[in-house]
């Protein structure tokens, strides 16, 4: 079955710092490639997606790649904030809009 | 407009105690679904809903029921709960087609421990 993987967390950071959080993922066809975002004590919220290869979802100076020859989705912000702080979920979704989530990665941003 | 509400936000529960989780939405969403999170597992789908009347399993249904009489309403049964389903559950709606369909708006969660 499809499957998305997370690198594993937490992942600390400080302020203004890059990151990057790495997601693969297994499917059949071309699904639709998400990142969600949770904040402490939320429900999650879409912070991006791209639809197809080589599209480039972005938002919050967040942004991520569609890469179908790596399977790959990673997201990355040029310089973190402390409000950053959040866990950070890849998805895909399957036949009937049903979303597949990765572990999630734990990100913590010191200032 | 309030978006996805659950109620309750907290809840413990005795083994083999039954309850009903209640996700309300108004923004007119024909989908609606049901997550467990785990930690280090991340969300599971426990069973989702296309339209009124319609409900169907996900990846995790054993031990819950779903009922969706109202389009707004989706209800998540545990008829007797066990210490495995002590767990953060969310649920979530979508848009039925277009490109929007694929969002889902999560509500904030509730908090289920089972002793």
């Known amino acids: 079955g499809n499957s998305v993987t997370q690198m594993e967390g937490p992942v600390t950071l400080s302020e203004e710092a890059f990151l990057t959080i790495n997601c693969t993922y297994t499917?059949?066809?071309?699904?639709?490639l998400f990142w969600y975002v949770q904040y402490p004590g939320e429900g999650l919220q879409l912070l991006l997606k791209a639809t197809k290869a080589d599209d480039k979802g972005s938002n919050k100076g967040f942004e991520a790649t569609y890469r179908k020859e790596t399977t790959s989705f990673h997201l990355e912000k040029g310089s973190v904030q402390v409000s950053d702080s959040a866990v950070y979920f890849c998805a895909l979704n399957e036949y009937g809009n049903k979303l597949v989530f990765g572990a999630g990665t734990i990100l913590r941003v010191k200032s | 407009n309030a978006g996805v509400t659950q109620t309750p936000k907290f809840r413990v529960l005795k083994t083999g105690q039954s309850m009903t989780l209640l996700c309300a939405q108004d923004?007119?969403?024909?989908?609606m679904y049901w997550y467990r999170q785990d930690p280090g597992m991340g969300l599971r789908l426990i069973h989702y809903?296309?339209?009124?009347?319609?409900?169907a399993k996900g990846e995790v249904p054993d031990g819950y029921n779903v009922s969706r009489l109202k389009k707004q309403n989706f209800l998540l049964g545990l008829e007797s709960a066990a210490p495995s389903q002590t767990s953060v559950y969310f649920c979530a709606s979508s848009f039925s087609a277009g490109v929007s369909q694929e969002t889902q708006y999560f509500g904030p969660g509730t908090r289920l421990l089972v002793l």
């Open positions: 499917a059949t066809g071309y699904p639709s």
């Open positions: 809903s296309v339209g009124e009347g319609t409900t």
């Open positions: 923004m007119n969403h024909e989908y």
